[in-house]
């Protein structure tokens, strides 16, 4: 429930909401916690919020990760439950 | 061990850590992961199994889902029976048994329970169902909060009279003290989680240290980042040190998020808060504050609900503070499994008793 999902911030819309990708899922996120991410940044996204910016490297490792360590039930988002 | 080494990212790294922790741990050290995803890690990886003797990993109370206690969910569980009411909330929370029923339970009964991905989606349903009065159980520790937080003020900012928040939210440090308080615990180091780092920052753990000599490291989820956190724990127990380490410099920053954290605070305000397990700890616990009173579900429904239950049998919340490990429970795999969770520690994803049984061969008959 604490984990959070490395994205790319690929379209900013207005409200500070964005969209991101995440490993080829689009999903639109909130960046109301990270004012300083912009297009293209790496985000961190918890509950449907970028929560942190974080670096390409950091990103690429964590995703690695997390296809290892999380499972999903079948209705839930993977973000949500984890 | 080769076996489990062979599938990390560098098994050649992650044997010599293991050898330094092994030089390292002098002597017998209790370290206790706070995280419920570094549970899973450490379940995944097989991480327990390459442990020197000396060192035993404890899993702590660090899945929100269960620790929540049973008077929480059965309120929530009442407010889904009030008509006209929609329950919202995070796929997890949705099977934990309560004293009596959960809410998948309730839903089947016909009750209005919906899981959203992000608790603005529960903002959205109230402004297209104004008819509807919808409720989010907020659950979770620092990490989910401020996006709870900014939730209530998008909420106000539209007018909203159909949307409150029951907040059950936690924070972790208070936590973590009453256990290093707790006799039959005896934790000596801590590694801690990462991702609640990461909005806190460091600071707030450092009390534990300068109060109760106890160390702790901010670590990641990979082997290796937790077989360093390990490392750098036992070098601090073994020459005497108690410092707030951070080995994850690549997620936490020393002062965490601070949008985040001014957020929790503008909307928020400590309170006492129940934990399975625990029992009551003062001021870990986050209330809505007056300002936000009317998006406040435990202010806004008049809802009692009887003394709770424990579930008989169920260990999970010694399983919480770090006293048995799951297959020491008499029904773990035997009646309590994933697919039919007797207590939340099975439910959750990262519940300790749901790491053990998918990962691990434990007990298993
Ligand atoms: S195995 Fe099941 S019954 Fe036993 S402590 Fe864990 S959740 Fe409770």
């Known amino acids: 429930m604490c984990l959070a999902i490395p ?40 509950a449907g919020f970028a929560i942190q910016v974080v670096d390409e490297q950091f990103a690429a490792e964590s995703w690695d990760l997390i296809k290892q360590i999380v499972w ?5 988002p993977a973000e949500a439950s984890a | ?64 889902v269960c620790v929540t206690a049973n008077r929480d969910i059965d309120f929530a569980i009442e407010l889904s029976r009030l008509p006209g009411v929609v329950i919202t909330t995070f796929g997890d929370m949705m099977k934990v048994p309560g004293s009596h029923s959960s809410l998948s339970r309730e839903k089947a009964d016909g009750r209005d329970v919906r899981i959203v991905y992000s608790p603005l989606d529960a903002v959205q ?19 989910t909060v401020p996006t709870i937080a900014v939730t209530i003020k998008h909420a106000m900012a539209q007018g909203l009279t159909n949307f409150s928040v029951l907040s059950v939210h936690k924070t972790v440090p208070g936590a973590l003290e009453a256990l290093v308080n707790d006799p039959e615990v005896a934790i000596d180091g801590f590694i801690l989680p990462g991702h609640v780092s990461t909005i806190i920052g460091p600071e707030p753990y450092r ?36 410092e707030i380490e951070i080995a994850y ?37 986050l209330a809505i504050r007056p300002e936000f009173a009317d998006f406040d579900a435990a202010k806004r429904f008049d809802v009692t609900v009887p003394e709770p239950k424990e579930i008989p049998g169920c260990q999970c919340g010694d399983v919480l503070r770090g006293v048995v ?41």
């Not at chain 2, 799951?326 to 008793?353: A, D, N, W, Y």
């Open chain 2, 249 to 285: 410099q690549r997620g936490v920053n020393a002062d965490g998020n601070p949008t985040a954290r001014a957020l929790i605070e503008e909307v928020f305000e400590p309170t006492d808060a129940e934990w399975r397990g625990i029992g009551v700890i003062p001021g870990t616990g």
């Open chain 2, 125 to 143: 349903m109230a402004a297209a169902e104004p008819d509807k009065q919808v409720v989010f159980l907020g659950v979770g520790f620092e990490t």
């Open chain 2, 1 to 64: 061990m080769a076996d489990i080494l062979s599938a990390w990212r560098d098994p050649e790294l992650a044997r010599h850590l293991i050898e330094q922790i092994a030089q390292a741990a002098d002597r017998p050290m209790k370290i206790m992961e706070v995280c419920g995803t570094h549970t899973v890690a450490i379940a995944r990886f097989g991480l327990r199994d390459v442990m020197p003797d000396n060192v035993t990993l404890l899993s702590g109370p660090g899945c929100p």
């Open chain 2, 325 to 365: 490990l799951p297959f020491q429970c008499r029904l773990f795999g035997k009646g309590c499994t994933p697919e039919h969770p007797i207590g939340p520690c099975m439910v959750s994803s990262e519940g300790s008793c749901a790491a053990y049984y998918r990962y691990t061969d434990y007990g298993r008959a």
């Open chain 2, 207 to 242: 009390f534990l240290a300068s109060t109760y000599h106890v160390p702790g490291v901010a670590t990641g989820f990979e082997p290796i980042d937790v077989l360093q956190g390990v490392w750098m724990l036992a070098r601090q127990i073994s020459e005497g040190r108690a």
């Open chain 1, 72 to 76: 999903v039930d079948d209705d839930v």
């Open chain 1, 7 to 46: 994205a790319r911030v690929i379209l900013m819309s207005d409200n500070r909401m964005a969209e991101v990708d995440i490993h080829g899922v689009t999903r639109t996120v909130s960046l109301d916690l990270t004012p300083e991410a912009e297009l293209g940044s790496w985000v961190l996204i918890h």
